[in-house]
């Protein structure tokens, strides 16, 4: 049976220890707010930057072994991080971690895309326009990393992530690698059961298709999304799901007057209600407390308690 991840130690203890056993890009001490697009957060203990599988696997086996509490995070374009910090170990998949490559499906013009977590959603669709490949257009203009895309099972214009997956890989904490099916896996709304594992990679399944045709549409949406979202200003993207059954959450946050509304530097964009805004001068605090204020008037006016889709730390 795989072992259960650990979190046992908290403190400076583990710092030498881990310096001591693993060779990678370390920064201590280092402001989340860097990390995050809503450019909020406290430091974290210490950011961790594997740039090879093999670095990523080493890195979560010592961490394990020691105790500490650790978060994989991709971009940071859908977290919000408190302003005390995290006390462990953020392990960020960034460009160095961003592999793509392709084969021939089973059928006539399917095309399998193999990508590894760290690479860029839009760098990822940039390619597929490239190769002449369709399928993932819906997630132009979607900022993040591949691995939480994945993890987020983002989506946008009626489209969902998992429609084109054909497959995951798993790193789980133990060191073993984990690939599964896409009828293998739990995907629901802005959610993927990953059981506490890492994403480390992931296959879709595309068409070949006509380059320019994809070219235009990916641009279109692109156009699309920057006439209806706030631009210029940090932010998580949409900041709270759409309750089933209901009007969008961006509705019923306009419909309850809370266009504008603003505590601290935090603020309901004027734009798109779901959209919460850092003006300038935000604190994590302020994000928090205006996300109470929204679910409770909101809860007021239509009984619903609206769930955030951004992931608190
Ligand atoms: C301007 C803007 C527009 C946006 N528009 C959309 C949109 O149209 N549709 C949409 O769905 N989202 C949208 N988002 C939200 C966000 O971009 C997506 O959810 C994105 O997929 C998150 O990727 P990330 O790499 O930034 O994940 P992060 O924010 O870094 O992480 C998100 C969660 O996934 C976990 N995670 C990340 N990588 C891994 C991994 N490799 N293994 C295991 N866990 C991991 C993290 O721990 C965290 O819990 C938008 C955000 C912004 C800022």
Redesign the pocket.
């Known amino acids: 049976m795989l072992p259960v991840r650990g979190c046992a130690q908290q403190g400076e203890f583990w710092s030498e220890q881990l310096r001591a056993l693993w060779p990678g890009e370390i920064e201590w001490n280092s402001s989340m707010a860097r990390?995050?697009?809503?450019r909020v957060g406290g430091p974290a203990r210490a950011v961790a930057t594997p740039s090879s599988r093999a670095e990523l696997q080493s890195l979560l086996a010592v961490l394990t072994r020691l105790g500490v509490c650790k978060?994989?995070?991709?971009?940071?374009?859908?977290?919000l991080v408190s302003d005390a910090g995290y006390e462990g170990v953020i392990v960020v998949?960034g460009r160095n971690f961003a592999a793509i490559e392709q084969r021939a499906g089973a059928r006539a013009g399917e095309i399998l895309v193999q990508v590894e977590?760290?690479c860029s959603?839009m760098k990822l669709v940039n390619w597929c326009v490239g190769q002449g490949l369709q399928g993932l257009e819906f997630?132009a203009?979607?900022?993040?990393?591949?691995?939480?895309?994945?993890?987020?099972?983002?989506?946008?214009w009626g489209k969902?992530?998992h429609e084109v997956l054909s497959s995951v890989t798993?790193l789980h904490w133990s060191g073993e690698l984990v690939e599964r099916k896409k009828d293998e896996l739990a995907f629901s709304y802005?959610h993927l059961e990953?059981e506490e594992?890492?994403?480390?990679a992931a296959e879709f399944l595309l068409q070949a298709g006509d380059r320019q045709a994809i070219d235009l549409k990916s641009s279109q949406l692109i156009r699309a999304?920057n006439k209806k979202?706030p631009q210029g200003l940090?932010?998580?993207?949409?900041f709270f799901k759409n309750p089933p059954g209901l009007p969008a959450a961006g509705k019923l946050i306009q419909d309850a007057g809370l266009k504008g509304a603003r505590i601290g530097g935090a603020q309901v964009s004027e734009v798109h209600a779901n959209?919460l805004v850092n003006t300038g001068q935000a604190s994590a605090q302020d994000f928090l407390d205006l996300m109470r204020l929204v679910q409770e008037k909101v809860f007021t006016r239509v009984g619903v308690w609206l769930e955030p889709?951004?992931?608190l730390?």
Not at 35 to 38: F, S
Not at 234 to 238: E, F, I, K, M, P
């Open positions: 990390w995050c697009t809503l978060r994989v995070i991709g971009r940071g374009s859908n977290l998949l977590a760290g959603l997630a203009g979607i900022p993040g990393s591949l691995g939480g895309a994945v993890v987020m099972n983002a989506g946008a969902e992530m798993f802005r990953t594992m890492t994403v480390v999304r979202q940090a932010s998580a993207g949409s959209f889709e951004v992931h730390l």
